[in-house]
Nanobody, 121 residues
Framework: QVQLVESGGGLVQPGGSLTLSCLAS????????MGWYRQAPGKQRELVAS???????NYVDSVKGRFTISRDNAKNTVYLQMNSLKPEDTAVYYC???????????????WGQGTQVTVSS
């Protein structure tokens, strides 16, 4: 069983920064992609950023130039550096890994429990 645990959320003033971390534990055979989603109250969950094992990154337009996704393979951790935060970034942030746990197993989605990010003065 794979578990993802997020950390780093909190309350920050507009213009501030936060770094989210997502640590994976358990049996991991192959990782396809790692990403961060967010869900604000009354809104659908949206993909914020993703990174492939090859290092290719993808960002939603609203965070381009402000957020950076990165990973540390040795630590089984993915990060989301968030700068110049805005009130509209307020949401619960979830990490998501698409991975397989064995050679013949299909890659499936794993989710963290979510961490609250609140941007307010």
């Amino acid at each position: 069983q794979v578990q993802l645990v997020e950390s780093g959320g909190g309350l920050v003033q507009p213009g501030g920064s936060l770094t989210l971390s997502c640590l994976a534990s358990g049996r991991i055979f192959r990782i396809n992609t790692m990403g961060w989603y967010r869900q604000a109250p009354g809104k659908q969950r949206e993909l914020v950023a993703s990174i492939t094992t090859g290092g290719s990154t993808n960002y939603v337009d609203s965070v381009k130039g402000r957020f950076t996704i990165s990973r540390d393979n040795a630590k089984n951790t993915v990060y989301l550096q968030m700068n110049s935060l805005k009130p509209e970034d307020t949401a619960v942030y979830y990490c998501n890994w698409v991975l397989s746990t064995a050679m013949r197993s299909l890659a499936i989605n794993y989710w963290g429990q979510g961490t609250q990010v609140t941007v307010s003065s």
